[in-house]
């Protein structure tokens, strides 16, 4: 489906938004549990199962994504994903008792499960190639920004109003989503009309919800009983493994895991996630149990970590696009580690720990969108939506991870220092300390994968290739031409060597846009309406004009956003582009500079060439 390339930023935005929406909404209820105890008459063991009930109710539908990407139009499933997001914060909002709102609050999760791969693949169908990183650091900012602001906004409503108005403003926010969706979308998503297998759907629902709620209540409650239900989830998730091997139609494609850098991706990812989710839990807990902070001073003290992420995630996109990965995924777990290290010791103070948290929470926005999109480029096109639909579930797997295990070690070593005659502050401190230094430990990790993907320079080859066929079929005596050269200049270029248009370059040799001898024609018709058409001249007119026109640089004219293919890419990924995009020539680049130009020609005769032969 071809996207208006004016449309695309604001196609993305809505996707961003998405993301974020789902996003805040995991931990955006969490400050409001005591005034909801209070008002609904429950315990802190029963409040839990509003953030564990939704976690779990997300975790279950990220799986069916891929499935209803590829099955439903894009713009009506992000218009009904959304709904459930409205209608889940209506039913809660007027809920008289704690079932209703739970009700309401499993409502919410089947939106939410679906919008964060639904938003990463609209992020991947539109996106430039060449920005791709760009975009996907803004998609990676809104999820951490997401979980983050939640707690800011949340204490910020409680000091003024009721727990209902959190869920009347998340209403009002989800619908102003869906209408943006409803208005700015495109069905950019290729139907391939799969077909749904239900007992795969119920294999997977068993088995996440073993495994999360296992993990979820191992500290808190019987851990025998824990263990059992996560091995028996374990079993479930192994035999739809197994199911999806043998099925013409698998509900979830795994091959996606099979390719070492992906699957390396994911892992970091997680790691991430995990470090984000259980300092923006334990951190609020530590400054209002201990340091006596209310909850809009405990926020307030996370705020310009959020901001700072905010501006540091979509910078850390465009060096991706530039630089690749590496550098920053390493920058990013050092940061974590050294500063999370600090954080243990360093907390007796609300401006220390707002600055320590700062660059331990910046260095997760080094990692989540570059990551993600490292992982997913080494996917083909067909993979797409199956690596999208493993990387966010291993989103939700994180955040039930890092919130729970985090929080539940927290309470372990607290109450161990209480019972043993520890002053209850003194214990608190000591669980800090731990919490922060398994944080550290965790970004260590990370460290270790990161070193391991280092070796992955280039998406590897499926099977042994023979070299690119892309470098053998493409025109590399390309032609060029300057953006301060005048346009009779590129007339003359278009008209001596035969061609239809040329690169533009600056005055460094970088590309900086194309011009075609239609782009000219289209200017010329532009500017004299006196033309009924680019044949029907008036001579004496059109040559005084043409003298003028000449004169213009052919940087002022020339298409600046140029869609480019890597010199390493999948030809079946190049037709697509050059398909989708309605271009007929497009530059191929290497590391950064053009190294030749692809015709459709070139690509049709090389097709014709391999079937006669």
């Known amino acids: 489906m071809d996207v208006n390339p004016n449309k695309v930023k604001f196609i993305i935005a809505t996707a961003a938004f998405a993301a974020f929406l789902a996003t805040f909404n995991e931990t955006y209820l969490n400050i409001g549990f005591t005034p909801i105890m209070a008002d609904l008459g429950v315990g802190v063991s029963t409040v839990q199962w509003l953030s564990t009930a939704y976690m779990l109710g997300a975790a279950v539908r990220v799986p069916v994504s891929a499935f209803m990407y590829r099955r439903v139009p894009t713009r009506p499933l992000f218009v009904v994903t959304t709904a459930f997001l409205v209608a889940g914060s209506v039913v809660g909002a007027l809920a008289g008792s704690f079932a209703v709102l739970l009700i309401g609050r499993i409502i919410q999760s089947i939106g939410t499960g679906m919008l964060i791969p639904i938003g990463m693949n609209i992020t991947l169908d539109v996106a430039p190639r060449e920005k791709r990183g760009t975009f996907m650091g803004i998609m990676g900012a809104m999820t951490t920004l997401g979980p983050s602001l939640s707690v800011i906004i949340a204490g910020f409503i409680l000091a003024f109003a009721e727990w209902r108005v959190l869920l009347w403003v998340f209403a009002g926010l989800s619908l102003l989503c869906m209408l943006f969706g409803a208005f700015a979308l495109q069905n950019v998503a290729k139907l391939t009309n799969p077909k749904l297998d239900a007992l795969s759907v119920i294999l997977v629902s068993l088995g996440l919800i073993g495994i999360l709620y296992g993990l979820s209540t191992v500290f808190s409650g019987n851990v025998a009983l824990a263990l059992i239900i996560a091995a028996v989830g374990i079993v479930f998730i192994a035999l739809f493994v197994r199911r999806q091997g043998k099925i013409k139609e698998p509900l979830l494609d795994l091959r996606p895991l099979r390719i070492k850098p992906f699957a390396a991706g994911v892992i970091i990812n997680m790691l991430s996630l995990i470090i984000i989710f259980a300092m923006n839990t334990i951190m609020p807990i530590f400054m209002q149990s201990t340091m006596g902070a209310s909850s809009m001073k405990a926020s307030l003290t996370l705020f310009p970590a959020i901001v700072l992420c905010c501006i540091v995630s979509p910078i850390a996109g465009k060096i991706y696009d530039r630089q690749g990965e590496k550098k920053?995924?390493?920058?990013?777990?050092?940061?974590?580690?050294?500063?999370?290290?600090?954080?243990?010791?360093?907390?007796?103070?609300?401006?220390?720990?707002?600055?320590?948290?700062?660059?331990?929470?910046?260095?997760?926005?080094?990692?989540?969108?570059?990551?993600?999109?490292?992982?997913?480029?080494?996917?083909?096109?067909?993979?797409?939506?199956?690596?999208?639909?493993?990387?966010?579930?291993?989103?939700?797997?994180?955040?039930?991870l890092g919130a729970s295990i985090f929080t539940g070690v927290y309470s372990m070593v607290l109450a161990g220092g209480t019972s043993n005659g520890m002053a209850e502050a003194a214990a608190a401190d000591r669980a800090f300390m731990v919490v922060a230094l398994m944080a550290s430990v965790f970004a260590l990790i990370g460290v270790a994968v990161t070193i391991y993907i280092r070796r992955f320079g280039k998406p590897e080859a499926k099977e042994?290739?023979?070299?690119?066929?892309?470098?053998?079929?493409?025109?590399?005596?390309?032609?060029?031409?300057?953006?301060?050269?005048?346009?009779?200049?590129?007339?003359?270029?278009?008209?001596?060597?035969?061609?239809?248009?040329?690169?533009?370059?600056?005055?460094?040799?970088?590309?900086?846009?194309?011009?075609?001898?239609?782009?000219?024609?289209?200017?010329?018709?532009?500017?004299?309406?006196?033309?009924?058409?680019?044949?029907?001249?008036?001579?004496?007119?059109?040559?005084?004009?043409?003298?003028?026109?000449?004169?213009?640089?052919?940087?002022?004219?020339?298409?600046?956003?140029?869609?480019?293919?890597?010199?390493?890419?999948?030809?079946?990924?190049?037709?697509?582009?050059?398909?989708?995009r309605h271009v007929k020539k497009a530059p191929v680049m290497k590391d950064g500079e053009m190294v030749g130009v692809i015709n459709r020609s070139n690509i049709t005769k090389y097709a014709l060439g391999k079937l006669t032969n």
């Open 464 to 580: 042994p290739m023979e070299e690119n066929p892309l470098m053998s079929i493409m025109k590399k005596d390309v032609y060029t031409i300057s953006g301060d050269d005048r346009l009779v200049d590129a007339l003359e270029l278009i008209t001596e060597k035969k061609i239809s248009g040329a690169p533009v370059t600056d005055s460094n040799g970088a590309l900086i846009g194309f011009i075609s001898d239609g782009d000219i024609m289209r200017f010329l018709s532009d500017e004299h309406p006196i033309f009924a058409n680019a044949y029907s001249f008036v001579t004496m007119d059109f040559d005084s004009k043409l003298q003028h026109l000449m004169n213009i640089k052919v940087k002022d004219i020339a298409k600046k956003r140029v869609i480019t293919v890597d010199a390493d890419e999948d030809m079946g990924e190049i037709c697509r582009i050059m398909s989708d």
């Open 328 to 400: 920053l995924l390493l920058t990013g777990f050092i940061c974590i580690c050294i500063f999370a290290a600090a954080l243990s010791v360093m907390n007796d103070s609300f401006v220390i720990m707002a600055l320590l948290y700062i660059p331990a929470i910046c260095g997760s926005a080094l990692i989540i969108g570059p990551v993600q999109s490292f992982a997913l480029s080494r996917l083909s096109y067909e993979l797409n939506p199956y690596g999208v639909t493993v990387m966010s579930t291993g989103f939700q797997v994180a955040g039930c």
